[in-house]
């Protein structure tokens, strides 16, 4: 069978790599925020209706997690009402919902490492996680066709991200280093595996809600540590304190995810964090180190 899919926020760095892994197997329809917007009900249904998608992907979200805290009107719109169109419109046309939630639905105060599974009681600390909660909820309200994906920590080629945002940090003051927080535990995770996980997941019709990030942990300093090493990149990065850098929003100190039901169903394809961390910078290194030294001319 052809599948279609119709994928969402198509020029998020999520929604980049699902299209490129989908692509090359189904008919995909990835449309960014400007071509289609979650939150014109009317405009997405047309599209929807003409394309008429087995599955929708939903990849768009408001993902600033400090702004969330300000701009909270726009924060809810894009991650509550947006998520709750898209599950209307696919309970109406009879096809299934894919929506991508975050870590950030925990409040982080298990101890390190004990993890978080998917029916572990949410219990966000911040807007965004409060908000990605009651996306899920309204998805779970409007239909029984879904499955919800938590992930965290993403990193790809497309868009600003961590390791991006640290190389182009560095590169602005060799010497003196950078300074990075180490007493947040999660899982740093590869948009391009969480692609070929999603498109397990549709393959074996998975329902309800998974967790999916990569195996292992660390911190975000460690994160950092381990790449500049490995590849020899000659900057340096500074261990601090969460209450060193001080962020509008207080992150989870703890977001261990366990891909627990993707285990029990035996469609568990997350790698070690370590390992995806080294093919991501083997595959694209040079575009990295070029475009972080090109931002600071
Ligand atoms: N990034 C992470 O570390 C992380 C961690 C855990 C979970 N997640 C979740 O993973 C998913 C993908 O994240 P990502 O990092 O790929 O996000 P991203 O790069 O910020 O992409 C989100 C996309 O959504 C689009 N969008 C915003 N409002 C929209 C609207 N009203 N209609 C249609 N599109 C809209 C944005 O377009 P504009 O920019 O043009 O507005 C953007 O292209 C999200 O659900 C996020 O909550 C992310």
């Not at 870590?103 to 908000?131: A, Q, R």
């Not at 029984?144 to 945002?165: C, Q, V």
Request: glycine share 6%.
């Amino acid at each position: 069978m052809n599948m279609k899919i119709l994928i969402t926020g198509g020029n998020g760095q999520l929604a980049f790599d699902c299209n490129e892994v989908l692509k090359k197997k189904y008919e995909v329809l990835s449309h960014s925020h400007k071509e289609m917007d979650i939150l014109d009900f009317g405009q997405t249904e047309r599209i929807i209706n003409i394309f008429k998608p087995d599955t929708i992907l939903n990849c768009a979200a408001y993902t600033k997690v400090d702004a969330c805290e300000t701009e909270k009107d726009l924060a809810w719109k894009v991650n509550v009402i947006g998520p709750k169109n898209l599950a209307e419109i696919s309970e109406k046309l009879g096809c299934k919902i894919i929506h991508i939630s975050t870590d950030y639905v925990f409040s982080g105060k298990k101890p390190t490492p004990e993890y978080y599974v998917e029916d572990d009681s949410p219990d966000p600390l911040t807007y965004y996680g409060n908000t990605k909660l009651e996306g899920e909820l309204a998805i779970q309200k409007a239909t029984n066709s879904y499955a919800i994906i938590r992930t965290a920590w993403l990193y790809g080629i497309r868009s600003n991200n961590f390791l991006k945002t640290i190389l182009k940090l560095c590169s602005k003051n060799p010497p003196k280093g950078v300074k990075v927080v180490n007493d947040q535990f999660g899982s740093i995770t590869w948009t391009f595996k969480l692609a070929l996980q999603i498109k397990k997941i549709i393959e074996t019709d998975g329902q309800g809600t998974y967790h999916a990030t990569s195996e292992g942990y660390s911190t975000w300093f460690e994160a950092a540590e381990y790449f500049l090493k490995k590849f020899a990149i000659p900057y340096k990065v500074i261990p601090c304190s969460t209450k060193e850098y001080p962020t509008q929003a207080r992150r989870p100190a703890n977001s261990i995810l366990e891909n627990k039901r993707l285990k029990q169903e035996g469609i568990n394809l997350m790698n070690h964090w370590e390992n995806d961390l080294e093919q991501f910078f083997s595959k694209f290194r040079e575009r990295l180190i070029r475009d972080a030294t090109e931002a600071n001319r």
